[in-house]
């Protein structure tokens, strides 16, 4: 059982997101007016969805308010599909996106993958082509210098550097790291690995490579 913190102005999503969750078994608190909820009780929940549009406070400059304060999922509820907003929101340390209307199961298959990826064990370190990973503490050093990356640009790119040489669709790796089984929005890679690259390149590091017409490989 996980807590969930959903954020959204329209009741009936706040409703429709308690009553799916609930019945897995999480407890779920809903807000429709951010404004008076205390910002730091946000480090009292295991995964946060935050609507995009919404009146005060739009979820993209909520995500940036909240994030060095949590360190937990956060999945934007969005009916936007156009591609600047998808790099607005991951940039600003979102991890996945949800575009509305949804599904049931949809949103059950996307949190319960993002729970189950916080619940990885991991143990060791290990270094690939100049970067060293610590796997416990989830973070990326070249030549000691600690690359700022997201929790989901993370994943990805230890995903890749374990798997180096081995090519993958945008589909392959958001399986991989999300685990949804249904249809997957793989778009969202696309977008984390922009922003990896970003980051990565500060410090004259290209670890990953295009392979034009199949995906990604980390060199």
Same mark, same amino acid.
């Given at each position: 059982?996980?807590?969930?913190?959903a954020?959204?102005d329209?009741?009936?999503?706040?409703?429709?997101?308690?009553?799916?969750l609930? #019945? +897995?078994?999480?407890?779920?608190?809903? /807000? *429709?007016?951010?404004?008076?909820?205390?910002?730091e $009780?946000?480090m009292?929940?295991?995964l946060?969805?935050?609507?995009?549009?919404?009146?005060?406070?739009?979820?993209?400059?909520?995500?940036?308010?909240?994030r060095?304060l949590v360190?937990?999922?956060?999945?934007f509820?969005?009916?936007?599909?156009?591609?600047?907003?998808?790099?607005?929101?991951?940039?600003?340390?979102?991890?996945?996106?949800?575009?509305?209307?949804?599904?049931?199961n949809?949103l059950?298959?996307r949190?319960?993958?993002?729970?189950?990826?916080?619940? #990885? +064990?991991?143990h060791?370190?290990?270094? /690939? *082509?100049?970067?060293?990973?610590?796997?416990?503490? $989830?973070?990326?050093?070249?030549?000691?210098?600690l690359?700022?990356?997201?929790?989901?640009?993370y994943?990805?790119?230890?995903?890749?550097?374990?798997n180096?040489?081995?090519?993958?669709?945008?589909?392959?790796i958001?399986?991989?790291?999300?685990?949804?089984d249904?249809?997957?929005d793989?778009?969202?890679?696309?977008?984390?690995?922009?922003?990896?690259?970003?980051?990565f390149g500060?410090?004259?590091?290209?670890?990953?490579?295009?392979?034009?017409?199949?995906g990604?490989?980390?060199?």
């Amino acid at each position: 059982m996980a807590n969930v913190l959903a954020v959204d102005d329209e009741e009936g999503i706040l409703e429709i997101i308690k009553a799916a969750l609930s #019945r +897995e078994g999480h407890s779920v608190t809903t /807000v *429709s007016d951010f404004s008076t909820f205390p910002v730091e $009780k946000c480090m009292d929940y295991d995964l946060i969805l935050l609507d995009v549009m919404m009146p005060n406070i739009d979820g993209f400059t909520l995500c940036k308010s909240i994030r060095d304060l949590v360190d937990c999922p956060i999945l934007f509820l969005t009916a936007k599909t156009m591609e600047e907003d998808i790099v607005k929101g991951l940039g600003m340390g979102g991890d996945d996106y949800i575009t509305k209307p949804f599904g049931i199961n949809e949103l059950r298959s996307r949190v319960a993958a993002h729970l189950r990826r916080e619940h #990885r +064990e991991k143990h060791n370190s290990f270094v /690939v *082509s100049g970067v060293k990973f610590k796997l416990s503490a $989830k973070e990326a050093f070249v030549e000691d210098k600690l690359i700022h990356l997201t929790k989901s640009e993370y994943e990805i790119s230890e995903f890749l550097a374990i798997n180096h040489g081995q090519v993958f669709s945008k589909e392959k790796i958001y399986e991989a790291i999300f685990g949804f089984d249904g249809e997957s929005d793989s778009s969202a890679i696309v977008e984390h690995i922009k922003n990896i690259r970003a980051k990565f390149g500060k410090v004259g590091c290209s670890p990953i490579e295009t392979v034009w017409g199949i995906g990604y490989k980390w060199v």
